[in-house]
Structure formats: C-alpha cells, structure tokens
C-alpha cells in the first residue's frame, strides 16, 4: 500500500522570518536579498529566527545592542571575530549590506 501525504507549505517555527510587506504593498529587494544571504550563509550558527546557537542571539534588539553602530556589525561581518568566519570575498559588499539591514529590521 502506498499512501501520499499532500499538504500546503506551513511556516515552522525554526523558519527564518519573512520580510514584512512594505507600505506600498511590495517587499523591500534589499532585505529579501538579506534574508536569502541569512537563511543560507547565518541561520546555522546565529538561528533560523536569530535567537542563537553556537553564534551568539541576534534577535530581539541583540544586535543592535551589541553593535549600536551597523558599521560596526558590517565590519565584523567582513573580517570576523573568534569563530565567526571573515565573510570578505564571499559576499559582496551589497551581500553584506542586505544581511546587516535584514538582522537590524526584520529579526529584531
């Protein structure tokens, strides 16, 4: 006997949280392209929905708290720190712009 399960998509709680829809009805291209970059590049360390793991808690005000200034968070994205990795040369510098804007606005 073979039996099919079909169902529709559901969000599960260990999803990387969505881009809000904008005031204009669209998403913003920026912090979609952050999400993406996070969901394949962070999500295993820092969370899928930044509340840490082996990387440090980036949700809820984390990261902003830690790093008031983005400059600062985008400099430890390219160079890294203890076992966070230098992403310098595998995202570009747009990459790490979208990433820093989707975990400042989106996760907290």
Known sequence: MLC????????CAGDVPEV???PGG???AELVLGRDIYERRCANCHGADGGGGTGPKLADGSVVEQYPDPADQRALIV??????????GRLTSG???AV???TRE???
Not at 79 to 85: E, F, K, L, Y
Request: net charge negative.
């Open 4 to 11: 099919v399960v079909v169902g529709l998509p559901v969000a």
């Open 20 to 22: 809000p829809v904008g």
């Open 26 to 28: 669209t998403l913003d």
């Open 79 to 88: 160079d890294g720190r203890n076992a966070m990795p230098s992403f310098d």
């Open 95 to 97: 990459e790490i712009d």
């Open 100 to 102: 820093v804007r989707y």
């Open 106 to 108: 989106v996760l907290d």
